[in-house]
Each structure stands twice: as structure tokens, then as C-alpha cells.
Nanobody
């Protein structure tokens, strides 16, 4: 059974930083493409960032480019999202997601991911 467990969310002032973690189990982590998504109240779930299996390349939504960094530690079965220069509009529930694929595309749609965590709340105050 695949489990993804996020942690690290919380309340932070604008301009501050948070680091989210997502611990994975029940899958061969090194074969999984990992992604972060977020969902604000009343809005759709949006793509934030994704990282390839080896961790050597990442892709970001325009809204977080230059502020957020996705990384992974395959030895720890964990993916991270370092969030800097946070803005009130970054407030959302953040979800990590996984898919096992040998493709070479960037996967940015929620329906492309097979496994999801329960989410962690990030609130940025102005």
C-alpha cells in the first residue's frame, strides 16, 4: 500500500520561508516521479513543482519559479519543497503526489498522478 505523508506546513508571515517534506512508502521511490500541488479554498488543485526520478532536473509553475525549490533524497524516500519569499497568495493546502513512469515528459496535471498525500496547510499572513 502506497503512503505519502506530508509535514512541515504552518503559519508564516509574508516574506518568510517553510520547508515541506513528503515521506513515501510502499513504492519503489527511485522509480517515482514526484510532484507538489496546492489547492486554495474554492479553487482547483494547481501544479507547483515536479522532479524527475534521479533528482537531476525539476520543473516549476511560473508563479513559484525562483522562490520554491523541489528536491528529493532517494535514500530517505523523501521529497522536499523549500518555499522562500512566501506571499499571501501561496496560502493553500499543499499535496505531494507520485507516479511511476518511464516517460520523459513533465507531468503537471493532477490526473496524471496515481498516489497522493493527505495534504498540509500553509498559511501566509500579510
Amino acid at each position: 500500500q502506497v503512503q505519502l505523508v506530508e509535514s512541515g506546513g504552518g503559519l508564516v508571515q509574508a516574506g518568510g520561508s517553510l520547508r515541506l517534506s513528503c515521506a513515501a512508502s510502499g513504492l519503489t521511490f527511485s522509480r517515482a516521479i514526484m510532484g507538489w500541488f496546492r489547492q486554495a479554498p474554492g479553487k482547483e488543485r494547481d501544479f507547483v513543482a515536479t522532479i524527475i526520478r534521479s533528482g537531476g532536473s525539476e520543473y516549476y509553475a511560473d508563479s513559484v519559479m525562483g522562490r520554491f525549490t523541489i528536491s528529493r533524497d532517494n535514500a530517505k524516500n523523501t521529497v522536499y519543497l523549500q518555499m522562500n519569499s512566501l506571499k499571501p497568495e501561496d496560502t493553500a493546502v499543499y499535496y505531494c503526489a507520485a507516479l511511476v513512469s518511464f516517460g520523459s515528459s513533465w507531468y503537471v496535471r493532477p490526473d496524471e498522478y496515481a498516489y497522493w498525500g493527505q495534504g498540509t496547510q500553509v498559511t501566509v499572513s500579510s
